[in-house]
């Protein structure tokens, strides 16, 4: 698919829905996904026949969540703070792994765009550079898009322990807020079971 | 709305959609959701304009994700492992915050509905438990959804730091494994730089 047709396309128009809006770490998490998904040969993960281990809590990781269907609240989306823009996926259907890792020199911004975000961040952007970032922003996520997998990834099939479904668990009350709990989370204080919001 | 208004709905539909399945966590993150952004008055924040403290990282948090547009991978989104059912939105809009807490009594799953759902993640379920799961769910679902917001959550004003946006910060080389690291995230080894994967 070109750069257009990925744009029009349900899944990458779902991977903006849901981030809020396009930019270059949506455009890589799509990219990453997609090639790891389509190594792996599997659909997305309605429960937790997928794994998905995300090495950074940036924008690429929300592509991750709607391609995948590795999702922060099903208990099969695993983030490792390491700052790198690495996914791991695995299969507990066919018991393989693959890991997708941005090759250096492929993602990053060019100093003035940086300098844009900055500004942005703090709310000092004039109506001129508003306009120069949302340029930059666009150019960049879109030759993302167009740039081929083997030019933006090492692709390697990977092995690793897969981690235990998540845990149901029934609710106790704090003993001093008496609002429900999981109870391997309520902490002993003076023989009384507390939530750790009251703990602090 | 009735329930069966609710779950015709695109908003829960859209929960549905990314969660993967619908569930009695799913249901009762979108009321929570729902609940805490009409009490702030807030449409869905594209980028940081709003922020979602959750408590637990079970499926009510995917919920929360979709509605909010506080994602994991937006910098607006903050797990507490707390394993409680509360949602705490702050607006950077109206510097106004609402905390949103599930009632004891009211999410709880019935002794026999937790047994097969713990069958279910140990594989065991016979065709026949797997059809009475199936139908528990739905129930339960069904019967969050048509709970009026005031018996499920206690809601208050609550009023809290915001926190910091999202940093965006150039990525460099970890000297092990030459691949790209966000500055911040390396660790000085004898006077190298390196990434915590090569570290660990």
Redesign the interface.
């Known amino acids: 698919m070109n750069v257009q047709e990925i744009m029009n396309s349900n899944d990458f128009k779902q991977c903006v829905s849901?981030?809020?809006?396009v930019c270059p770490?949506?455009s890589i998490?799509y990219k990453a996904a997609k090639a790891g998904m389509a190594w792996l040969k599997e659909n997305?993960?309605?429960?937790e026949e997928i794994i998905a281990i995300v090495?950074?809590?940036?924008?690429?990781?929300?592509?991750?969540?709607?391609l995948t269907?590795c999702?922060?609240?099903?208990?099969n989306?695993i983030?490792?703070?390491?700052?790198?823009?690495?996914l791991t996926l695995l299969s507990r259907n066919s018991g393989k792994g693959v890991r997708v890792?941005?090759?250096?020199?492929t993602?990053?911004?060019a100093p003035e765009h940086?300098e844009l975000?900055?500004k942005m961040?703090d709310g000092k952007l004039t109506d001129t550079e508003q306009e120069q970032f949302q340029e930059l922003h666009l150019q960049k996520s879109m030759s993302i898009l167009e740039t081929p997998d083997q030019e933006l990834f090492t692709i390697r099939e990977t092995s690793m322990e897969l981690p235990q479904?998540?845990?149901?668990e029934?609710?106790e009350?704090c003993s001093r807020c008496?609002?429900?709990?999981?109870k391997?989370?309520?902490k002993d204080v003076d023989g009384q079971m507390v939530?750790?919001?009251c703990c602090n």
């Not at 997305?44 to 429960?47: G, I, P, T, Y």
């Not at 090495?55 to 709607?66: F, P, Y």
């Not at 008496?178 to 999981?182: A, D, G, L, S, T």
């Open positions: 849901f981030h809020g809006h770490g949506v998490g997305r993960s309605e429960d090495e950074t809590n940036a924008c690429s990781a929300d592509a991750v969540q709607v269907g999702t922060f609240g099903k208990g989306f983030h490792k703070d390491y700052g790198k823009m690495v890792a941005v090759k250096a020199g993602s990053g911004l940086m975000i900055r961040i479904k998540a845990r149901i029934p609710s009350p008496k609002e429900p709990v999981m391997s989370k309520l939530c750790q919001d």
